[in-house]
């Protein structure tokens, strides 16, 4: 029994080190040598290096010059992530889905029914940085009106940041907030 | 709407179609025959082996088979519940996060070595890098590799004719791990960091957003857990919130890589069956029986969730682009519907949208996944708890014609059935039996403020969020409808619990099974024999899971699921 016991610690020490340290440093020397940003974590910078944020990860924009991304169950905290958690039959769902609907309605002056669903659904970990192509749409004149320039330039830009299905059927069509907020700072403030 | 339909079918069909390559592989390691990855992975291989001083030339009978499993098991809990309890003091902590407190230690530690990957913690606030990775990448490989070499003793001793030896389990674990779990898990590893997953050691990184708000981005050696977790049926995410997390699954094609992960090797292995026992036409069988009982789950999901939620639809909003509650824009309600049965089915558990936000009867879905917990199944023991789902099917079916019942020329008898019978109420009285102790605790607690107070939605969702939660446990599942504030002593002690009882029981008693057939002597195989490769014979064993394997659960799922179902507006 004593000869079986040690066998297993043995062998849990041996393997520990193959899978729990050798595979994992293999994995990090091969990343950083040929996807050195990507292992990073995708981070925008400025031209200082400091981080603006990562192109993967949504951040909150409330302000009215900036197209917003999707409700978000933690408040876009990237160090503690998740969903809402709320039940599909849920009163306090459906109360903050209407909120946020009739918030919508009111900021950019379009009917109940012109609002995608993604707009004011929050995603499951509460970082998605996309929205649909729809959903920035309906976003437009609010943001033109803004910063005072042609909705269709910002039209323009809405489509040049939308992304397709990749192979023209895996995933949705979408636009990266970030990318599209960031492009139009590029624009009005040069 | 119809590209989403598209792209599930091609999404399922890719692990379908790499099935037969990746099993005759499998085969071939297992049965020690020649491979193309020989002059990389058997030096690994042989490595491993050497400094264990392990004696591989050691042939094992099943009790000491079941015995070394049982034993590393053991060392493997001690050794990691060390690590993450002492943590805080240990290096490869940049972000200076404490040793975890003892009930959830036990859960934690208890979940990853039993495969199952309940997590009720978040891993970017609750575990240090080194935690991570020795801990948690290091038990996602073992796990995942015990319920292989588990099932490849298991073959041998279906094969066997006067079998007393099953092998060597520490041989067959090195070779699960070594050389077929590790290549997969670098090259699945090395293409999720080309899609934007993390692998560093540096700390959470701090950016200034545009509106000039902190933002602290969790970071780490995420690619390198992501691949295995996928691959091995373990299903525990690096952050809180798993593959919904755009680190963990970037892309569209990063998700497509990781529903084809999850089911590659539970697909392969009953190939691997066949070509080992060498009856194919009866891994045929058993494939398609499996494929039977996944598609149904899959379509009715996905046409749940692309239909949307009809409480949001009422309050006059468009649900044309699917319930999108808990769901990320880049892979939709399809291709998350698709996950979300995939990885309940084959007891993986790491998630793209969140459970508990599914529609009522999609949510039903991956629960049924998990009460079956046979269709592919875990690595390995998927297709272990099938084997009881066959021997209770021979069984039923030799009394209907009368005949003495004989699974691949071997005689069933009452130490045959009195074992699959053991495996098979186990489930269903942890699942029940669990779920009805947590709703007298829940019912019979009148402070609302107290830490029993643990669902969120109240209701019959409720009532799903307790009976996921253990099915999740008694499964080795590991997924969660996680509005269930689960952190709690009788949360992490009662899952911890039904988690071990779960995994071990099931495993060792269809062992003790196989051993008894593999001792016995084949009768030879005439017109008169009990053909099991048969369409006959896969439509039975079709009827008989869902009638025993479903039926059992439904007062369970109409007080939940179809309850809430029939309560949501037309």
């Known amino acids: 029994m004593f000869k079986e016991i040690k066998e297993g610690f043995l062998f849990t020490l041996v393997t520990l080190v193959l899978f729990g340290l050798v595979y994992p440093l293999l994995v990090w020397g091969v990343g950083r040598i040929v996807f050195p940003r990507k292992a990073e974590g995708s981070f925008i910078r400025k031209a200082d290096g400091t981080i603006m944020g990562s192109e993967l990860v949504g951040q909150a924009f409330t302000q009215p010059e900036y197209f917003h991304g999707r409700p978000s169950g933690v408040d876009y905290n990237a160090a503690s992530t998740g969903g809402t ?106 | 709407m119809s590209t989403e339909i598209f792209a599930v079918i091609f999404i399922l069909a890719i692990p379908i179609a790499t099935s037969i390559p990746l099993g005759l592989y499998m085969a071939r390691v ?48 001690m050794v990691t519940f060390f690590v993450v309890s002492l943590q805080g003091i240990l290096p490869l902590n940049p972000d200076g996060i404490a040793g975890m407190e003892p009930t959830l230690a ?17 891993g970017e606030s609750r575990l240090s890098y080194l935690s991570q990775m020795i801990a948690i990448t290091f038990l996602q490989f073992v796990t995942a590799a015990t319920g292989m070499a588990a099932l490849v003793a298991i073959i041998r001793a279906l094969g066997g004719s006067g079998l007393e030896k099953l092998g060597n389990f520490y041989v067959d674990l090195t070779r699960a791990g070594a050389r077929v779990l590790l290549p997969l898990a670098v090259v699945v590893a090395l293409v999720l960091i080309s899609q934007g997953t993390p ?47 755009p680190y963990e699954n970037p892309t569209p094609l990063s998700n497509l890589l990781e529903t084809w992960a999850i089911t590659c090797i539970p697909m392969a292995m009953v190939v691997t069956l066949g070509a080992m026992v060498r009856r194919r036409r009866f891994a045929l069988t058993i494939f398609l029986t499996m494929l039977a009982l996944y598609i149904p789950l899959v379509a009715v999901a996905v046409h749940q969730e692309l239909r949307g939620s009809s409480a949001i639809a009422a309050l006059g909003i468009d649900q044309s682009s699917g319930s999108m509650e808990g769901k990320e824009v880049r892979f939709g309600a399809g291709a998350s519907a698709l996950w979300a049965v995939t990885t309940t089915v084959t007891s993986n558990g790491s998630v793209n949208a969140m459970h508990d936000s599914l529609t009522p009867i999609a949510g039903l879905m991956p629960m049924i996944g998990m009460w079956l917990n046979n269709i592919f199944g875990g690595v390995g023991v998927g297709f272990i708890n099938m084997l009881i789902y066959i021997i209770v099917t021979v069984f039923v079916a030799g009394m209907m014609v009368g005949r003495t019942p004989e699974f691949l020329g071997k005689k069933v008898e009452a130490y045959e059935m009195k074992l699959a019978s053991l495996a098979l109420l186990l489930h269903p009285l942890l699942i029940l039996g669990g779920t009805a102790i947590a709703c007298y605790f829940w019912a019979n607690t009148a402070d609302p403020g107290s830490a029993l107070a643990w669902i969120k939605n109240r209701g019959p969702h409720g009532f799903s969020e307790m009976l996921y939660e253990f099915s999740s446990a008694s499964a080795n599942n590991g997924s969660g409808f996680e509005g269930l504030s689960d952190n709690t002593p009788f949360w992490n002690l009662s899952t911890g619990l039904v988690m071990l009882l779960a995994r071990y029981i099931p495993i060792i008693a269809p062992l003790a099974l196989a051993a008894s057939l593999g001792r016995k002597n084949a009768a030879p195989q005439t017109e008169g024999s009990f053909g099991v490769d048969t369409f006959t014979f896969g439509f039975t064993l079709w009827a008989v899971v869902v009638i025993l394997g479903v039926l059992m659960f439904m007062p369970a799922a109409v007080l939940g699921p179809i309850a809430e179902h029939l309560a949501m507006p037309r």
């Open chain 2, 106 to 122: 036990f859960n934690t530690i208890s979940s990853f070595v039993t495969n199952t990957n309940l997590q009720h913690y978040s």
């Open chain 1, 85 to 190: 958690n709320y039940g599909p039959s849920n009163p306090d769902h459906l109360a903050a889905v209407q909120e946020r609907a009739a918030a919508i309605v009111e900021r950019e002056g379009v009917s109940l029914d012109e609002i995608p669903s993604d707009l004011v659904t929050a995603s499951g970990g509460g970082l998605d940085p996309h929205i649909s192509p729809a959903s920035a749409l309906i976003q437009v004149e609010r943001v033109a009106r803004e910063r005072r320039i042609a909705p269709d330039r910002v039209r323009e830009l809405v489509e040049a940041h939308t992304e397709g299905a990749a192979l023209g059927f895996l995933g949705r069509p979408r636009v990266n907030v970030l990318r599209l907020n960031l492009a139009l700072d590029e624009e009005t403030n040069p």
């Open chain 2, 199 to 245: 692998m560093t050691f540096e700390g959470a990184a701090r950016a200034t957003t545009l509106e000039g708000a902190e933002q602290a981005i969790a970071r780490g050696p995420v690619a390198a857990e992501v691949a295995i977790k996928q691959l091995g049926t373990n299903g525990g995410g690096y952050f809180g919130s798993n593959s919904t997390h």
């Open chain 2, 30 to 77: 297992f049965s020690g025959q020649r491979t193309f990855l020989d002059p990389v992975l058997v030096p690994v291989e042989k490595a491993v082996l050497k400094l264990a001083a392990v004696n591989a030339a050691e042939e094992m009978d099943w009790k000491r088979y079941s015995r070394a499993l049982v034993l590393s098991n053991v060392c493997v809990w």
